[in-house]
């Protein structure tokens, strides 16, 4: 991984983007985080971030209207959502809205970091159509 | 890829449509064919392993012990072959244990009584009431088998994401629009529903691994975490526990094994009677 | 059953519910002595009674008519012979003047008075009777002198020359003549003293008819209403009893007369139905309870998803990072660890608090804190099902009289409503305010959902009631709360417009009127 890869984390529960940010700045990502999903929408407006990785379930705004704005802002971006509310129709409802993956919590940071570095091959192939896990 | 389930009651083209989708997109189909593999894997009987899907009656028929041992073993294969993606299953049962899986698209094909019985007629060479009958009996076998083992209703359209009429729609037609609905990306797989899956196949196996001496045991997965609950009277618990534990860890993919015991009330009050 | 998870707990709930079961088996038992130990005095008996004193009554009342028509008979008969015998002694006067005035036989006069003198022998002790001491000192020596004179003239007859004829004729004819007249007049004087007897006796009869007729229509009426009254008081009052089962209030039947009777039975035997009823419907709730829990388990594992990951992502980092942090770092790291499993533990404590057995404990409540413990259950399934929940009370509400898990179990069942009632997006709001009433306190639960149909309103309380499809609903759930909340002496009341939303209120009485949880107790209302 040559270039860094521009991250943002949105997460209601702070910990997890305290845990996130050195976690995977490990693996050569510029991490942003952010607990609130307004101030992280403000921030998506303005940057084009490679990928965004947000929690679903949170007040005022869920994690499926963040992934639409991050689709209007840029269809490259791939959103990852993390969520303690898994659900089968969750699930498929985020993947048909273009989302690059779909994470239950609990997870460790290398689940993370694998699901990223696919993200980042996806990146750089971007003539392939993001099919995450083929093959 | 994702994967196709297919359910259909006999005679309702299932096997066709199937064979038809996994030509169209280039996936494998997995029917029946595969009883005969697991029958050798395991060495089980064949024909009592079809009985035990409800397919095919046998003389003596199958207890509801010996069909959840089949079962067992049916399931850890089917599994095993699934989670290798771009499948077209049919004929097994699969859709009654993949069912929180989403990126597998679950179809139903119904078709009305009538047809049917004459695909009967046609294919056994007999009377429309023997077809019919015939038809009756198969249809009350595999229901009573779904409710026993799955506490489900085969025909419950809720179990599906897709219910195909083919009545009003061609098989043709049909082939197209299964072929077409599974590429909707709300059924691509994601690391949430691949590892539901892996666990999944996990639990099985490990649960097929231990049923010839633990037929009680419950067995889930998660993440690669295995926790098995048996049934053991008191005193026998240790043993029961490392038993459980030296036949478990034969199995791949187990991360960590978790071995609880509840008490068996039953047999320890057999016990005290004796 | 939370045994096996929690173990220290559970006793205290178990020994509670059995402490619960073995009150309520204590007052139906004292209620059964209550009931028994009363003098027996059986509806039977009563019946029994009032009709042999009638029975007695009127065999009285033919008594006397029986003896007064014997008496009546036996003076018309003494009427007859008494005319007959005066009849007999003026034919032989009329032969007697005859024989005086122109010397006609003797002979004629004496035969009737022979006549007379059988009838009277023939009477003699009906005369006895009716005259008394008369017959011997009166009648029969005026009639035997009278015989006696007339046989002295008839000698003098014989003999005419002898002498002084004439004069002794004379003398005889004045004595004849006085005891005939007073043979006569005695007679008339006894049948008149006998006719005005008569006529007294019939009156007399009559009137003991007449009030005896009015005395026994009386009496039958009084029977009559004594019993009915008795009677259709009892079925009254175990009509009453029955309302108050059907209403859900499981007190036992204690008695209310002096005395025992059919009805003693039955109400054993509803005390008995009553506590099985009771034990039913512990199980019912229950049962019902943990339906609620399973609805609510998703939305606490998902929630419990989230410490979880907390504690994940943590205990991943210090695996990895371990030594390249310095201790603040690793301090603040276990510190989140802690937390977060405080959290989680936190998370589950709510949620196996509610679901362990009541044992129906009965103490002073602060509503608002109890609803807020149950808003904070529901919350994660709220959430999940995208509707927003507000919750506000009136500060120093008067505490309650009640039992935490149950009342837990109705508010949750409204909010469990409301919830399905709301549309994705939607409000449930929940108020603590005090009612409109004086010394109740009401619990508000509004939603701006569906509404109930007009139609379905009378119904929705109904046990089995439901408009949800077969795996959402039992239609157990109102049904259970209002059993619950009319236990704590209290009401559920709704108002509802179709396609507008829904209130339901729970009115609860403040401390100062304790409500008698379990059944266990009379209730004032119940008994008088
Ligand atoms: N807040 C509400 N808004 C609209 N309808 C309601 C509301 N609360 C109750 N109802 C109606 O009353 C019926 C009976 O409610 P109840 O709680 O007794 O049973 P249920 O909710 O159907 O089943 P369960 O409580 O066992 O899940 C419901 O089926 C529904 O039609
Ligand atoms: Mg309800």
Redesign the pocket.
Same mark, same amino acid.
């Given at each position: 991984m040559s270039d860094t890869l521009e991250v943002l984390v949105l997460d209601d529960e702070p910990i997890v983007g305290k845990r996130l940010k050195p976690a995977l700045a490990k693996v050569g990502c510029a991490v942003e985080v952010f607990d609130s999903p307004a101030a992280a929408l403000a921030r998506i407006a303005e940057k084009e971030f490679d990928v965004v990785v947000t929690d679903i379930r949170m007040d005022e705004i869920d994690g499926m209207q963040v992934l639409e704005a991050v689709n209007r802002k840029s269809l490259r971006t791939k959103v990852i959502m993390i969520t303690g509310y898994a659900m089968m129709s969750l699930a498929r409802e985020a993947m048909e809205k273009g989302a690059f993956d779909f994470i239950a919590k609990p997870f460790t940071p290398e689940d993370l970091r694998e699901v990223i570095g696919r993200a980042a091959q996806a990146l750089r192939s971007p003539a392939e159509p993001p099919s995450a896990l083929a093959g | 890829m994702s994967v196709i389930a297919i359910s259909a009651w006999s005679h309702c083209h299932g096997e066709e449509i199937a064979r038809r989708v996994a030509r169209k997109l280039n996936f494998r189909s997995l029917g029946p064919e595969l009883l005969g593999e697991v029958a050798d894997r395991w060495q089980l009987p064949l024909p009592k392993l079809v009985a035990a899907l409800g397919k095919q009656q046998t003389l003596l028929g199958v207890t509801p012990r010996e069909r959840r041992r089949l079962l067992a073993y049916l399931e850890a294969a089917v599994l095993e072959k699934l989670a290798q993606d771009k499948v077209v299953t049919w004929g097994l049962g699969a859709h009654f244990y993949v069912m929180g899986v989403s990126h597998v698209l679950k179809v139903r094909l119904v078709l009305d009584w009538e047809a049917r019985v004459r695909a009967m007629m046609e294919e056994g060479g007999m009377n429309e009431a023997a077809a019919a009958k015939a038809l009756k009996k198969e249809d009350e076998a595999r229901a009573r088998m779904a409710h026993e083992i799955y506490r489900k209703q085969e025909d419950d359209p809720t179990l599906y994401d897709l219910t195909i009429n083919l009545m009003q729609i061609d098989i043709e037609q049909a082939v197209e629009i299964v072929a077409e609905a599974v590429q909707h990306k709300r059924f691509k797989p994601m690391t949430f529903s691949r590892k539901l899956m892996k666990d999944q196949v996990l639990a099985t196996q490990v649960k097929a691994e231990l049923f010839s001496r633990h037929p009680d045991a419950q067995v889930s997965a998660d993440g690669g975490q295995v926790l098995v609950t048996v049934p053991a009277v008191r005193r026998d618990q240790e043993k029961k526990i490392s038993a459980v534990r030296d036949l478990a860890r034969k199995v791949k993919g187990v991360a960590s094994l978790k071995v609880e015991v509840v008490n068996d009330f039953l047999e320890e009050a057999a016990e005290s009677m004796r | 059953m939370p045994d096996d998870k929690q173990p220290a707990e559970p006793e205290r709930g178990q020994a509670a519910t059995v402490e619960g079961r073995y009150e309520r088996i204590k007052a139906a038992e004292a209620a059964r002595q209550a009931l028994l130990t009363r003098p027996r005095f059986s509806f039977r008996t009563q019946i029994f009674l009032g009709f042999f004193l009638a029975f007695l009554f009127s065999f009285g009342i033919a008594t006397s008519m029986v003896i007064t028509i014997y008496l009546v008979e036996n003076k018309m008969k003494f009427l007859e012979i008494a005319s007959e015998y005066v009849t007999e002694i003026q034919q032989a006067r009329r032969f007697e003047k005859n024989y005086f005035l122109y010397g006609t036989n003797l002979q004629d006069a004496l035969e009737q008075v022979y006549l007379a003198k059988t009838i009277l022998e023939k009477n003699s002790d009906e005369l006895l009777r009716v005259a008394g001491d008369k017959r011997d000192s009166m009648i029969i020596p005026h009639l035997q002198r009278y015989e006696e004179l007339l046989k002295r003239l008839a000698a003098l007859e014989s003999e005419p020359d002898s002498p002084r004829l004439n004069q002794k004729k004379k003398e005889i004819e004045m004595e004849v003549r006085q005891h005939g007249q007073e043979m006569v007049s005695f007679a008339q004087d006894v049948m008149t003293k006998e006719k005005e007897s008569m006529a007294r006796m019939v009156a007399r009869s009559r009137n003991i008819h007449v009030l005896s007729f009015a005395v026994a229509s009386i009496f039958m009426v009084y029977i009559a209403y004594f019993l009915g009254s008795s009677l259709l008081g009892t079925v009254n009052r175990f009509q009453g009893y029955a309302q108050r089962i059907a209403a859900g209030d499981f007190t036992p039947i204690t008695p209310i007369r002096r005395f025992r009777d059919e009805f003693t039975e039955l109400a054993i035997t509803i005390n008995q139905m009553l506590q099985e009823l009771e034990a039913h419907e512990a199980t019912l709730v229950q049962s019902?309870k943990m339906? @609620?829990v399973g609805?609510l388990t998703a939305g606490v594992a998902h929630e419990l998803n989230n410490p979880l990951n907390n504690i994940t992502l943590t205990a991943h980092a210090l695996l990895e990072d371990y030594r390249e942090m310095n201790d603040d770092d690793r301090r603040e790291m276990l510190g989140d660890l802690v937390n977060e499993a405080g959290r989680a533990q936190s998370i589950i404590k709510n949620l196996l608090d509610f679901a362990r057995e009541s044992g129906a404990q009965v103490e002073p409540l602060d509503l608002v804190a109890l609803l807020k413990d149950t808003t904070h259950l529901a919350a994660n399934q709220i959430k999940l099902s995208g509707i927003k929940m507000e919750f506000s009370a009136t500060d120093n509400l008067p505490r309650v009289h009640g039992d935490a898990q149950q009342l837990q179990q109705v508010f949750l $069942? !409204?909010i !469990? $409503? @409301?919830m *399905? @009632?709301s549309p994705k997006g939607g409000k449930i709001q929940v108020l603590v305010v005090p009612a409109d009433e004086p010394n109740f306190v009401a619990v508000k639960?509004i *939603?701006f #959902?569906? #509404? /109930?149909p007009e139609h /379905?309103l009378g119904s929705?309380? *109904?046990?089995f009631?439901?408009? +949800?499809t077969k795996g +959402? #609903?039992?239609? !157990? #759930? !109102?049904? %259970?709360?209002q059993g619950i909340v009319a236990k704590h002496g209290g009401r559920i009341m %709704?108002s509802?417009r179709e396609g507008q939303?829904?209130t339901?209120s729970v009115v609860l009485p403040i401390t100062t009127l304790p409500a008698r949880i379990g059944g266990n107790m009379p209730r004032s209302g119940a008994l008088s």
């Open positions: - | - | 019902h339906r @609620a609805t $069942n !409204l !469990l $409503n @409301a *399905d @009632a639960i *939603d #959902g569906s #509404g /109930i /379905i929705i309380f *109904d046990p009631f439901t408009t +949800k +959402k #609903g039992t239609g !157990l #759930g !109102l049904s %259970v709360s %709704v509802s939303g829904s339901f």
